[in-house]
């Protein structure tokens, strides 16, 4: 594991707040030199601490969706049943986000869709066909209160 000291904290704060922060701009900010920036920025990405960059679409100034989360029981819990899962879901654009979970639900996925309609053709004619699905218990979301894409850098 990469050891991570307060400088590389604080450079994957920035990059996560905007990475379209130059190189000069995190330096100006660190109080140092563009050179090392630019080397622990490298090392960051070589040791795939950085995995990648992205664009960040703001949902609200696009067509309507509706956000989704799915509690999945399988019917069996052997690795090779919950690997299959895996894989399916993987395949499935809808979901953008999946966790095998410990407790009453075997996954937890957040699903968007267009509406109602929308999600009804996705859960009855895509996640329930699905090898070894038991239940799913849905949640709607209402309003989104917090929405975050920086994940909190613990030392």
Do not use: W
């Amino acid at each position: 594991m990469l050891k991570l000291d307060p400088i590389d904290i604080r450079i994957l704060e920035l990059l996560q707040s905007d990475a379209k922060m130059n190189i000069k701009e995190i330096a100006s900010e660190l109080g140092m030199t563009k050179t090392p920036i630019y080397e622990r920025i490298k090392r960051l990405e070589r040791n795939g601490v950085i995995d990648k960059y992205v664009a960040i679409v703001n949902q609200k100034v696009l067509p309507s969706s509706m956000i989704v989360f799915c509690s999945v029981m399988l019917e069996g819990q052997r690795l090779e049943e919950i690997e299959q899962f895996k894989r399916a879901i993987l395949e499935i654009p809808e979901v953008v986000q999946c966790y095998l979970m410990g407790g009453a639900n075997d996954f937890l996925l957040k699903v968007v869709v267009k509406d109602l309609e929308a999600y009804h053709q996705f859960s009855s004619g895509k996640l329930a066909t699905l090898p070894n699905v038991s239940q799913i218990k849905s949640t709607f979301v209402l309003h989104e209160v917090k929405h975050s894409t920086v994940y909190p850098v613990l030392e």
